[in-house]
């Protein structure tokens, strides 16, 4: 029994700022929780303007080192983001025996498994809850609930921004680049948003969930991904006359020994839950042997719904460190990775195109199509445009190899008939 | 360090059939999580003839103490249902100082708070994660995750009978009566199904939630509750037309010291994700301070998903066994009892009548809701009925407190004109 656990924050940004503000303002609450206080001891920030938001501004610090040389620190909060030099910062903490929370997502999603064998070595706990899905409990779930479960796979909408635009694009029927700029302007985007929109920070969050579920060591460069920079107002169109919505997802699925871990924009049917996730929400929805669909609902990002998980997961270290628990391994890996290629992958297709308004065009698709081994489920054709005597069509096909698909698209390409391929989106039912 | 954790199962059923099946299957994996293997050491069951499904039929008895006398089984499982004998098992198990995991509804809501301290003085867990949304993890989230969190409300669909009940009638138009019989011939209903149908078995599930999210002692006679038996097609009809699906939900709220906690029927708005929670599944909504809204999704019964949950509470013990650590108390209850009766419940209603067809009755109804500072805000007259010489209406109101509104029936029945009111339902937007 302890008469106070220390704290150490490393960051004082949106989310820091959050986190000192609950443990200030939750102090009681807290206390009676972990059965002893919670104390903020030293706060790290290179910006020193921010000392003014803490409650108690003698507990800053612009020099980092003073946290980890604090020997009565007994839990270290990395806050700051990005990799370099948080990983070093979140290494250094762990020898020096400190526990740590983080929300780092691209640190664990590029060294997870080492940390958390270092932290395993010093007898630490390194916990990062915050790191995917924000305010939504997710890995500790999946840790402690779903573990007898057999994960066979995890379909996730875990990208805030991307999905606010894909959103207004089909509420609204904006276009791309007005729905960013609109993401933007609230904040949801930031002013270089390719993290997000190219699928970088998904993929990073789906190789963390995926690692978890199926006890292998998936890194972010096992991860394919693709943006939603080529979706448009007409897709939205035709996807709401075809039955589906059109997500940014995040897929792992596991057959067999074959891990399939990807990013991509997709056309889901619009009586699935996750196509009622709208604006910011995250949902992740797991399908297990045992408890089959499984979903969970939430904010993904934003100050307070991700500073109550990071406080959670302090609340959890603080409550061993006070009856004297020891910390327990929190991850195995022991499956071979066997990932994939997305080259390798079947899934169904959505194909937008604009071809020569004239007679035989759809037999030569159908043709190319054909000697690819992919047949067609549904087309649509438009009404044609006179000016420039070209029609747009739609085709949806059977499940077909990405492969077979991606030399159909070629040969296509290479039609006379065929002005443009305007859009290719995989589908998932 | 154990060679083993042994466990002591009581009640061989559906349930109890398929944690056996999971302790045996997937042993291998087991061990690795915990570090040790879980043996199931012995199984009781007063019916013989269940033996024969267990792997090894010579560990079954039909005497119970052989398990509390087993002075090396280390944790019991309960899963014969009901309040008696299960509470006196339960106890006997503590009392022996085994730690117990349960699915036992009811024996939680009614006596929780006891036993759940009797467990904390001998120094051994109490598990119930299966108690409440089956194969869904919920109060390992709730008291994990969302701790921190000031919980302000929660609406649960946690009744998968009623659920598939309403779902086929608004679907296929189904009676109740109709519904209520394709679910017992399917077994999703009980040949006496007053448990589910009349909202006891929500009751139970929303006040062992509402204890847990509140840190107040909340037991089933604390729950308002009403059953779904009045809903017909006419009702689902009108929902429809007026943009409302209708869900039994199990609903705790607090608003400064003011606790709400019911079970009834509701009309809510058809673009709520709980209006897409269809047939057998569950889901909890949880609102709180800091995360926000939070939606919990999955398979509320069933044998496989509800074994999960109790194998994986039992693993979470078995590690601390394995480590040596002690049980954390799971549950503390500081905040004093303030229910709200419903009759002081504010809410909005949707009313469905049949009057006399004739001049001057919907200002005789208007008269009598604006005397009890009740207004409207839309009404539906459909056509009349020419033979009977009357007309259907119905009346959606603003919110109003409930005992006006009972006032209010009270004096419209005795109105000649009305010829029945034929139902009243609870709006939540």
Redesign the interface.
């Known amino acids: 029994m302890k008469n106070s656990v220390n704290i150490g924050l490393i960051g004082l940004g949106t989310i820091g700022g959050g986190v000192a503000k609950?443990l200030h303002e939750?102090a009681d609450?807290?206390t009676?929780?972990v059965g002893t206080p919670l104390t903020l001891r030293s706060v790290a920030d290179l910006d020193e303007t921010r000392k003014a938001s803490l409650p108690d501004p003698s507990i800053f610090t612009t020099n980092v080192q003073n946290i980890f040389d604090d020997p009565d620190i007994d839990i270290v909060i990395e806050l700051i983001g990005g990799e370099t030099p948080a990983k070093t910062f979140i290494q250094e903490a762990i020898q020096r025996g400190k526990h740590v929370v983080t929300a780092n997502k691209e640190v664990l999603a590029k060294h997870g498994p080492e940390l958390l064998s270092l932290a395993d070595k010093h007898k630490v706990g390194l916990f990062y809850?915050a790191s995917v899905g924000g305010?939504?409990?997710l890995i500790?779930?999946l840790k402690?609930?779903?573990?007898?479960?057999d994960i066979s796979s995890i379909h996730t909408i875990i990208n805030g921004t991307t999905n606010y635009i894909l959103t207004r694009m089909e509420k609204e029927g904006l276009e791309f680049s007005a729905a960013l700029k609109e993401a933007q302007d609230l904040g949801y985007a930031e002013a270089d948003p390719t993290r997000d929109i190219e699928g970088f920070d998904a993929a990073y969050k789906i190789a963390i969930l995926a690692t978890i579920a199926f006890h292998t060591d998936i890194r972010p460069e096992d991860v394919f991904h693709e943006g939603i920079s080529r979706m448009t107002s007409q897709d939205f169109q035709y996807a709401r006359e075809l039955g589906y919505a059109i997500k940014l997802l995040a897929i792992t699925k596991k057959e067999g020994p074959f891990i399939q871990v990807r990013v991509h924009p997709v056309f889901i049917p619009d009586d699935m839950?996750l196509a009622?996730?709208d604006g910011v929400f995250n949902a992740v929805q797991i399908e297990?042997?045992?408890?089959?669909?499984?979903?969970?609902?939430?904010?993904g990002a934003?100050s307070?719904?991700t500073?109550?998980?990071i406080?959670?997961d302090v609340?959890?270290i603080a409550?061993s460190i006070n009856?004297g628990?020891?910390m327990?391994p929190e991850l195995?890996l022991?499956t071979p990775k066997q990932i994939i290629p997305i080259s390798e992958i079947e899934t169904r297709y959505y194909m937008r195109m604009t071809i020569a308004d004239m007679a035989g065009v759809l037999a030569q698709i159908t043709r190319v199509l054909g000697e690819n081994q992919i047949s067609i489920s549904s087309a649509i054709q438009k009404e044609a445009d006179i000016k420039s005597q070209t029609a747009e069509i739609v085709i949806m096909t059977h499940p077909a190899q990405e492969k077979a698909m991606q030399q159909a698209l070629d040969q296509m390409e290479s039609l006379e008939a065929v002005k443009e391929i305007s859009n290719l989106v995989r589908v998932e039912d």
Chains 1, 2 share one sequence.
Do not use: C, M, W
Not at 144 to 149: A, G, K, T, Y
């Open positions: 609950i939750k609450s807290i009676k929780q809850e305010g939504i409990p500790a779930p402690r609930n779903l573990q007898v479960n839950l009622k996730v297990g042997d045992l408890t089959g669909r499984v979903i969970f609902y939430g904010r934003g307070e719904p500073a109550n998980v406080v959670s609340i959890h409550r009856t628990t020891e327990q195995y022991d």
